[in-house]
Structure formats: C-alpha cells, structure tokens
C-alpha cells in the first residue's frame, strides 16, 4: 500500500459565497424563511413548474415512436430554431437574414462557459468584464478563471430606490473593447433618446455585449416585451452573445435547457462562430440533455400548448405582483417608516427590498429571515404562511436601525468599477 | 450598421476525423451500411433501450411527488452512490473505507473534462498522457487542447489477431509520472504475473491510472466481471480516476448519464479532491442533468427493476456473441481465406474485424460498408438485413486484396508511442 497520496498537495477548496442556504439549512429555528431561492416558488413553497410540462413530460414517455440517441454536439436543431424565435419574435430580421444561430447547452452557466471560452479564444482585445453584480458570483468568476478582470455594476440606485438609467448611461463609461454582461434592464425605463446614448457609446468604444436571458415571461408575462432590449440591439446591427435559459419560464430546472445565442453580422460571420463553438462544446459535454429541450419544443411548436405556457406565465406574474401589493400594504399598515413604493415598481420574481446592509443583517441574525447581502429578495418565496412574520420583521428592522444609518449601504460608495 | 464584423478573424473550424458518418449519410446507395455506431443496435437498427428503462420513465413521468428542481453541483447523491456500488461492488474495502467518491458529470466526456481540468492544475508533473486508441478522437483531443502530449497506444495484434497482454505490458515502459487512459482489457487476458508485472511497474513509475469505463455489463453481461480491473488496483491501494458511463448499458444516450470517479488513499485526501471539482464543475454546467440519473437510480435501487435490467444486458450480450458466430461461420462457408476465430473471442459490441487498411478501404469505396480505418467495428450493427451482403463484402475484400498485403496495415509500425 502506496502511503504518500497522489492527491497530497490538494486542499479542500474554499466554498463560493453561496453559503447563505448552507447557513439556512443548517439553522434549528422552526419559523426560519429562505428569501433567496433561484427558482420561482410556489404559494406552497415548492418550485414552480408549468402544469403544461408535466403533462408534455407525460405525453413524451408514452411515445413509443421517440428514440433516445445522443444529440448532435450543438443540440436539438428543432428547440434551438423554437427557442430562437421566441427570443427575436418569429419574424425578426436577424433570422430571416438568417444571420443569428446558437448552440443547445447544458443551462445557463453552460452557455457562460462556452461563450467565454470562445471570447478568450478569439476576441483577445477584451480582457475586462463589467457584469451587473446579480450575476457576478455565478459567471463573474468564471470570467475571472479564465484570466479576465472583472467589475461589477449596479443599475439599483439604493438612495433614490429605483432602477437608475443615469446609472446604466455611466456603466458604458467603461474603457474601449469591453465585454459588457447585460441583465433585463426592463425597470430601468430609458428613453428614447437614453437608448441613443446607450447604443451609441457601445457602439463606438466597441463594447461586446454579452446578455443574461434568464427567464423570459417571468418579468412583465408579456414574451416581446421581456427581450425589447435584443430587438433594439439586433436593429442596430450590433453583434452580440446571448444567454437564454429556459428553466426557470417552464419549470425545468434540472435539464440544462440553455442556449447561447450568437448574432452575427452576416451567415458566413455565423458559420465561422458556431463552427468554432462546436469544437469547444464537443470537448466540454460532446452532447447536450435532451428530455427538458424535447418537452420544451413540444410546448413551443404545439398552439394549444403555447397558449397553455403562456396562460401559465401570466398566472405566476400576476401572483408575483399580488404579494409585492400585500407586502407593501402590509409595511403601510404597520407604519413602517420609508416609501415602499418601489417593491411594486420593479418587474419579475427578483427585486430589491430596499435595505441597507444593517437592516438585512437584523433579518437575518435576529429572525433567520435569509437575505442576500445586496437586499436583493425572491419574492415568490413571499406566501400567505410567512408574509406577516416577513413584513413584521422588516418593520422591526427599520425601526431598530433606522436611526443608525440611512438607505445607502455603508460599504457601497461606488456603483460601478468594483472590482471583484 | 457596421460593415466590420467582431468575427473577422473568426475562421470556419477543421471538422474532427468523425465525418465517416457523414460520408455514410451523403451516399446515395440504397444498401449502404454504417457499421461505426457508439450505441448498441437492436436486431431492428435502432438505438437499443432496456425495456426496463420505458418502464420507469413512464414511473418518473406520472409522479407528482417529484420536483425539478436544479441538482446540487456534484449532482444526485443517490444515483453517485448507486453506480459507485455497481462499479466496485456493494462490499468493495473502498466504499467501506469511504475513499471513493465521484461527481455527476454530463456524460463520459464531462466526465473527462472534469478530470483532465483537475489533473492539469493539481498534478503538474504529469503533462504526458497515453491513450487507447479506440479512445483518442473523443478524449484524447481534450487533453491536447489543454496542453498535454498525448500518445495512442493500441493492444490489439493485427498480425496475431488478437489482444496481446505482451503489448499491454510494454505500454507501461512509458516515462515516469504519465498520466495512462486505460479502457477494459478483458480481451487481454493477462495472467497473475502479468497482472503483478502491470501493477509494479504502474506503481514505480507513479504512473496515474485514468480508466474508461463505457459500459459496464455489455462486455460480458457479468457486471462484476466488466470491472474486474477497477478491483485489481483497488485492491493494491492505487489512486485513480475512473470515467464511468451509464448511457449505454442502460440505452439513455441523450441525457449525460456520467460519472468521475475518484479513488484516494484515504477519506480527508478524497474531500479535498471533490471539493476541488465541484469548483470546476460549477464553471462548467453547475448543475448535471437529472432525468437519465433518477431513472438509472430507480432502476439500481429496486431489486425487480434490477433484475429485469440485468436480464436485458444479458440478451444484449448473447445477441451480439450470436451474430458474431453467425458472421463467422457464413466467412467459413463463403471459404474466405483466413481465420476468423477472433472475431468471437472478442469480447463488447465493438470489436476488430482483423482486416487490413486495404480491405477496409475495398469495403468503404467498393461496397459502401462504413468501417472505421482501424477495423474496428459495432457488431450489434450487423442484423438478418445485412449479415449476407456484410460478409460477401469481406470475403471479397479478402480475395481481391489479400495477395498485396497480409494483415498489418501499413502505415503502422509500432502499436505505442504514436504522437497525436
């Protein structure tokens, strides 16, 4: 028996930042809340799955015509072209000009690592990221790991309580040749002339935008309204990488149902890029899941079906807004001193409560309530089991602190250029 | 618009060798046969699926106890836990010892991934790699890619027709601290002092061990006799890493149904090294995929679904040793020149057909049978449909081409040490 280990010199690696569930999860107290679940939940606090998958699920195991062979490397042709059209609108001019493609990964964080794969490989100008910091512990650190700089940046303005576009307009203040990582910014309102601005400087300091598609419905329920960013990216003519998970719309979280979206300025530019993609996501998983893609095109290819997602989407939107009116009815009837205002104000299942750090800490340490350090909630997890023990702990929070210091977190004094 | 893209410099990629299957779907000739598949075929040419498998996925499908939510990054512990006892046995010293752990990967390729990843910044010395070659397109690529040299090597004798245990021994006269991807070496039948000569010399040299395991129980039926290697090193204290695929002895193809195993020499130096890939794994996928894992695991952990998949491996495997017999004996009465024993004493869906590279050549170009340029074929490929013309094919190709060249290909003059 050999004695010295091969493995001697590796230590246990240190755990992400991530460890907030770990710290719930091991947490005795009987009325803890966890506010910071990825997925959207139930009003019975489990994961929110479209009724239309199960029954899909069901159709699909009972089709003895279906085979189950490895997919080709850049995945399910017919999923790619459905989700492609959702994301664009069926009629978009990039895909007629059939100018934007993708390739079938294995979710989101799969699309990310193939996508920054390919950057480091062939764009070697942009070696500094900025990446809106809701995404900066998942696939900032991915950039990093493949030796990018990266900073993170906020379009949250926590003094005035909203999402700021004068915010949005100095990000793109970043040096030339940027990778530029681009949530929804849907709350962000810009106008017509702001999106000039905002184009125009991506444009000339030749910023790569690389956006986060993560679940398209699940801000506004309306499906173009979701991705109005691309569209006036696509109608510009700009190139671009794109994100597109479709987990979290349809309720399939553990299938890896992602895509990363490439547009390109011509199909021989597209070619080229995809051609390159394949390579690499042949040395990554050589074939991506199949089972959440199959139940998904069969949803999108299928009217009736569609129709049923999309009632289903609408009914979880309307859910969402209807605990974000009770949470802030609940805070004004309280008393709870501050304007509560911008909870209703912001679309999706994610938004800001509006806390500053001392008041996230309370909920946490005081009333195991689970907050993340930004005060960025899951409001789905809001339900009528725990929204007056949630909403009473908030207004003991800012009774307590409130004094002590003012909605600005202290250790924020920038908003963008913080380096990770 | 733009007029220059970002993608300028982007060059269309070379395509891997793998494009026999392209030429196969390209030919216009009705019977043409493709005989390189990477699945298993039924008598009918499709993929085959254990019965038991459509059982449990019409199961899985109609439990409304089951969420979807994401797996954890290492993935579905029960599943890890389920097919680590099917690879070492229930009692196997190591799991007892807690000093075998693994990662759910996306299939046999993350699976590689993950360790090539984890070897190249946790083994520095060993930046050499020797690979089977039946494994060096798919693998041994990915290990060139992230800077090793990579050797194929090959235990198959095309002049004694059949596997030399000899040439598996000179294999390990490789440099100190390579890293040595081993497939199954059943064929091999090496003899105890073989076996004792491999270990020592594996041992000295701190050679590290990084088996292949595709499909367990399709070699022989017997599963424990499939992985009779795993227990010899186990048995002698070595760490390694082993892939182990469930994709194709269970006939779920397109679900990314992988494991990276890890054996350490004790519990503490296990933790640190799985701590290290779920680093890794989180930059690549974050989550594995769960259909494929929770049908397999229902299947293993049920002793009547257990039982049934077991019976379907051993149909498999009687079926495939029958069409090799069968292919044989119609050689033997076509009096094709030769001997064509090996062909059954091979073990596997894949084996070596024992032809030259102008026989195989003669088969491809003449008769359009698709046979990889090492002869290496997928014997479940051959059916009642195609056996005639299959063999009438090689007994011409023998005939026309057997006074030019006796059975060693040309191009190869030694069987290791052949740089990728």
Redesign the interface.
């Known amino acids: 028996?050999?004695?010295l280990?091969?493995?001697?010199?590796?230590?246990?690696?240190h755990k992400?930042e991530g460890s907030l569930l770990k710290t719930y999860k091991q947490d005795d107290y009987p009325n803890k809340i966890f506010l910071a679940y990825?997925?959207c939940m139930t009003n019975e606090g489990?994961?929110w799955?479209s009724l239309v998958v199960?029954k899909t699920?069901?159709q699909?195991?009972?089709d003895?015509s279906l085979?189950?062979?490895?997919?080709p490397t850049m995945g399910l042709k017919s999923f790619i072209q459905a989700s492609l059209a959702l994301l664009f609108g069926k009629h978009s001019q990039a895909i007629v000009e059939n100018r934007v493609g993708g390739v079938h990964t294995?979710?989101d964080?799969?699309a990310f690592?193939l996508g920054i794969q390919f950057l480091r490989a062939?764009?070697k100008d942009a070696r500094i990221v900025y990446i809106i910091s809701s995404q900066k512990e998942?696939h900032g650190?991915?950039f990093q790991?493949m030796g990018f700089t990266v900073y993170e940046y906020s379009v949250w303005d926590p003094k005035k309580l909203c999402m700021d576009p004068d915010i949005l307009l100095n990000v793109v203040e970043i040096p030339h040749g940027c990778v530029l990582v681009m949530g929804n910014i849907i709350d962000c309102k810009l106008t017509p002339s702001g999106w000039a601005k905002l184009m125009s400087m991506i444009?000339s300091k030749?910023i790569?935008p690389f956006f986060d598609i993560p679940c398209q419905g699940l801000y506004t329920s309306d499906l173009e309204e979701d991705t109005r960013i691309l569209q006036y990216f696509v109608s510009?003519?700009?190139?671009f990488f794109c994100s597109q998970s479709l987990?979290k719309n349809f309720?399939?979280?553990?299938?890896?149902v992602g895509i990363l979206v490439v547009v390109?300025?011509?199909n021989q530019?597209l070619?080229?890029?995809l051609?390159?993609l394949?390579?690499l996501a042949?040395?990554?998983?050589?074939?991506?899941?199949?089972?959440?893609a199959r139940i998904i095109t069969s949803i999108l290819c299928n009217p009736a079906l569609l129709g049923e997602w999309k009632q289903s989407l609408k009914e979880v939107v309307e859910n969402i807004m209807l605990t974000k009116e009770k949470v802030k009815e609940k805070l004004r009837l309280l008393g709870t001193p501050g304007s509560w205002g911008h909870i209703t104000e912001q679309s999706g299942t994610h938004g800001y409560l509006g806390l500053n750090s001392q008041q996230v800490e309370y909920l946490v340490r005081k009333k195991h309530i689970y907050i993340p350090k930004n005060g960025q909630i899951n409001f789905s997890c809001i339900n009528a089991n725990n929204i007056n023990y949630i909403t009473e702990g908030i207004n003991e929070a800012v009774l307590l602190t409130e004094s002590s210091e003012m909605c600005l977190p202290k250790e924020k004094k920038t908003l963008i250029g913080i380096k990770l």
């Open positions: 028996m050999p004695t280990s091969v493995f001697m010199d590796v230590p246990l690696a992400l990825r997925v489990h994961p799955v199960q699920r069901l699909i195991s009972q003895p085979n189950y062979e490895y997919l294995v979710g964080s799969g690592q062939w764009h998942l650190l991915v790991d444009k030749q790569f510009q003519g700009f190139e987990s309720g399939i979280y553990d299938e890896g390109a300025v011509n530019q070619l080229c890029v051609s390159q394949e390579g042949q040395a990554l998983w050589l074939n991506p899941p199949n089972t959440g």
